[in-house]
């Protein structure tokens, strides 16, 4: 059971008028199905997915430390129609803003990390990218090695900016001691990144995938976010004319192409945490990027309600076997009968998520890239 007192002392309850005002959901909505913490604490003993709010924005030099990013987004949320009753959705308010940002840090920290132990997936909604500190804080407190994803135009290691949130890489993948195995950047904007900045994350062995690299294959991207645990995402990611709230960059992914990506992370039976960051309310237009984070969140549900149904590796019988032979190495791919999915073997025996493309690869004797940088993480 969940230390509900430790909890409830970090977190805010929902503010139902606020939220909805004088507005009635019919009982097929999401709001009418999602266990809200606005008078009594939900029980998560059967939840799924558990929606957590952080409004904190210092993080941008803003001084904001409780913005009205998750109201905004839940608000849109509980309008959609729920069709997926077997994942079930609780929310459980907004984590208190501390006198500090360190503070802040601290308080989500610590119910990530109560939410983790209890093996919940947990969905971030908020403020500030640098949020995603405190999302990988709750691992660290787990001392739980993982792979890690951040989906945004910028790679955040700016060492000269004393902005938190475009430096906060930096902390995360060189902080002491460091438990992150493996880190994918997905959608940067080549034109905002030093290529000095590149050649360090390659030599580290983390993979940078462009924006029109993702954007041409995205079905590519879907073995990278099965394989991670935890996933943050800048809406600076998306082109301003499907995010107006963002005036970073005209480019990025369409709403499609986010909302595509958002439901990779939920077919994932590993990504454990999936934060959605950079939404202000003030240069919002008409609610749409609310709308958008929203849709989002709805198709990261929806995967979810599919990762139910895929079978275990163990059990071969709910797989095609292939069995090729690249490089001299008799390699296993294994093809989920239920959802298509791909999996190769490693000389170790580990199997890995990779795509039908890695298989075509293998196939005509060459070396899928992805067995590769396996490889040379190993």
Request: proline content about 3%; charged content about 20%; glycine content about 6%.
């Amino acid at each position: 059971m969940i230390d509900a007192l430790l909890v409830q002392d970090f977190l805010q309850p929902i503010d139902r008028i606020q939220l909805m005002g004088d507005e009635e959901l019919n009982e097929a909505q999401l709001g009418s199905c999602i266990q809200s913490y606005t008078d009594q604490f939900p029980d998560l003993e059967l939840a799924d997915v558990v929606l957590l709010g952080i409004g904190e924005e210092r993080g941008t030099g803003n001084g904001v430390s409780a913005g009205a990013a998750p109201v905004a987004i839940r608000k849109k949320l509980y309008q959609l129609y729920n069709w997926h009753k077997e994942v079930l959705v609780a929310d459980i308010g907004d984590v208190q803003s501390g006198a500090t940002l360190q503070d802040t840090y601290a308080a989500a920290k610590t119910v990530i990390a109560e939410l983790l132990h209890l093996k919940k997936a947990v969905v971030i909604i908020g403020g500030s990218h640098d949020l995603t500190l405190a999302q990988y804080g709750a691992y660290v407190q787990h001392q739980q090695i993982i792979e890690a994803s951040c989906i945004d135009a910028l790679i955040d290691l700016g060492t000269g900016s004393s902005i938190r949130s475009e430096n906060f890489l930096m902390e995360m993948l060189t902080g002491d001691p460091n438990y992150i195995r493996q880190y994918n950047h997905v959608g940067f904007q080549i034109y905002y990144a030093h290529p000095n900045m590149l050649q360090t994350m390659d030599k580290l062995r983390f993979d940078c995938f462009r924006l029109g690299v993702v954007k041409d294959k995205i079905e590519e991207m879907e073995p990278v976010l099965r394989s991670s645990d935890m996933v943050s995402i800048d809406m600076a990611s998306i082109a301003s004319a499907y995010a107006p709230s963002n005036r970073f960059s005209p480019n990025g992914f369409n709403g499609e192409e986010i909302c595509t990506l958002t439901r990779f992370a939920g077919l994932s039976d590993r990504v454990s945490t999936l934060g959605i960051y950079g939404y202000n309310t003030r240069t919002d237009k008409d609610e749409l990027t609310a709308m958008q984070a929203a849709q989002m969140i709805w198709y990261y549900i929806d995967g979810k309600s599919k990762s139910k149904t895929e079978a275990q590796l163990s059990n071969r019988n709910a797989f095609n076997e292939y069995h090729t032979l690249f490089a001299d190495v008799d390699t296993l791919f294994l093809q989920s009968k239920k959802t298509g999915r791909w999996w190769m073997q490693l000389p170790n025996q580990k199997f890995i998520p990779c795509s039908a493309a890695d298989y075509r690869s293998a196939s005509l004797n060459e070396i899928p890239e992805r067995w590769l940088r396996a490889q040379e993480r190993e």
